[in-house]
């Protein structure tokens, strides 16, 4: 008899997995196991769920345990951590409620995830100091604010804030997603926000045009900014007082600490699964690592860059979604690539959107190897005379070379998280800045001027090149 598919980790990347080979091998035995009690769950909306925008914890679970196991017919086991591969012998050690055990398969997939970092700073484990990237975490700060909470959430959080005075300001150590949607979130809730950087920009990635726009919206919306400041501590007794940089000490009742996340590789790495120069799973084009029966998706895998042609490590939901998705296929018995990747992403500052996608700056992009120039426009939303338009910033990125796009960041207060995704589709497509300022969009005066921003920006790339 044919050993269990077996996955590990119950979110986007092995329940997609497990969900797409029981649709098309139905025959094929799948094992999930998933060391927490929440599956399939949408982390991205933990800011939100903090700021109130979102009730429960439950709203951001896509698909329930016993939806799978009932309806699905998947054997989903919570509560079980997987905490070693023999791959000789094609087992996993299991640790669940009833003790250990070990599990063979014929195939196996690590989609273990990443975490928050936690940077080694003095008084990290203070009271009121948090992290972001788990669905207990949200409750926690949530009920740390004082906000009452659902059974089901405040079941799962700790009780130590329960009698607590209400904060009144918080630090936010870190400017990127996190930092910046959970600075919106605090301010809800009528607190006092510092947010601290230690570069000179938030939202890295983004580049610093679009970088310094946010920064001034988020000063107009009374966030106060501490940017090129490196933090040396955390100080509290009972609970976190005060945030410290050099000879200052900026007095807080909450601390969160969002300075990204890393891939949680310990388990495949003690196994003898390959490591790439990100630090993540290396993967082929199916996902497989370089043991032919284990594959790594999701959050603790690289995947291709479509830009560059290399490995890449950018953590997001529809890269984690998309890869298991692929795999799963591919063990039903359709080889399918899990796909490259841009690194599109998208988020929510207050009143403005920002996104971005592929190389956005130059320096990254001659280490690419390319002859890099970007242009930086401004244009309207919407035809001139209709009325609740606004500016939108583009920074693009093209070769000098070949005259293809690289990428581009923008921001503004409408229309700017769906046009990037033009932009995207023209990186998969390696257009040239002509051939994307050449695209037939759609002209509408409530929706864009007749030359959309993207054609726009396009044209003065195409020019600039030239």
């Known amino acids: 008899m044919t050993a269990p598919v077996v996955v590990v980790g119950g979110d986007a990347a092995g329940m997609s997995a497990a969900s797409k080979l029981n649709r098309d091998a139905p025959d094929r035995e799948v094992i999930v196991f998933e060391r927490g009690e929440w599956v399939s769950y949408g982390a991205c909306g933990l800011p939100y769920y903090v700021k109130g925008a979102v009730e429960t914890l439950e709203d951001l679970v896509a698909v329930t345990p016993e939806e799978f196991i009932e309806e699905r017919g998947i054997d989903l086991r919570t509560n079980h951590e997987v905490t070693a591969i023999d791959r000789e012998a094609r087992t996993v050690t299991v640790d669940g409620p009833d003790g250990e055990f070990e599990q063979s398969y014929s195939d196996l997939l690590v989609a273990t995830g990443a975490r928050a970092v936690e940077p080694p700073l003095d008084g990290m484990d203070t009271k009121g100091v948090f992290t972001l990237h788990s669905m207990g975490a949200g409750a926690d700060i949530r009920q740390a604010l004082g906000v009452e909470t659902p059974a089901v959430d405040s079941r799962k959080a700790a009780t130590e804030y329960a009698d607590a005075k209400s904060p009144e300001s918080v630090g936010i150590i870190g400017g ?232 581009a960041s923008m921001v503004g207060r409408e229309g700017v998280a769906k046009r990037i995704d033009t932009v995207a589709t023209a990186l998969h497509t390696e257009l040239t800045a002509h051939q994307l300022a050449s695209l037939d969009l759609a002209y509408a005066p409530p929706f864009s001027p007749v030359w959309d921003p993207v054609l726009t920006v396009a044209k003065v790339l195409e020019s600039k090149l030239n």
């Open 176 to 407: 990127g997603y996190v930092g910046i949607e959970m600075a919106e979130a605090f301010a809800e809730h009528g607190l006092d926000v510092h947010l601290f950087e230690m570069l000179p920009h938030t939202l890295q990635p983004f580049g610093a045009e679009t970088a310094a726009t946010v920064e001034n919206h988020l000063r107009e919306k009374g966030v106060n900014l501490h940017l090129d400041t490196a933090i040396d501590g955390i100080r509290g007794d009972e609970r976190v007082s005060a945030i410290t940089a050099g000879d200052a000490a900026v007095p807080v009742d909450l601390a969160l600490v969002g300075v990204g996340v890393a891939p949680n590789t310990e388990l495949a790495a003690d196994a003898g699964i390959e490591l790439g120069d990100t630090g993540a799973i290396a993967t082929d084009e199916y996902g497989r690592t370089n043991d032919d029966h284990i594959y790594a998706a999701g959050d603790c895998a690289e995947a291709t860059h479509v830009v560059t042609g290399k490995p890449d490590h950018v953590p997001l939901a529809l890269t984690a979604n998309r890869s298991g998705r692929a795999i799963g296929q591919t063990l039903a018995g359709a080889p399918t690539p899990v796909g490259d990747i841009a690194g599109t992403a998208a988020v929510k500052a207050f009143d403005l959107e920002v996104a971005r996608t592929g190389l956005v700056d130059e320096e990254r992009g001659r280490a690419a190897g390319f002859d890099p120039v970007s242009v930086t426009i401004t244009a309207p939303s919407r035809a001139h005379y209709y009325p609740g338009g606004s500016k939108i910033e583009i920074t693009m990125l093209g070769d000098r070379e070949s005259g293809r796009v690289l990428g």
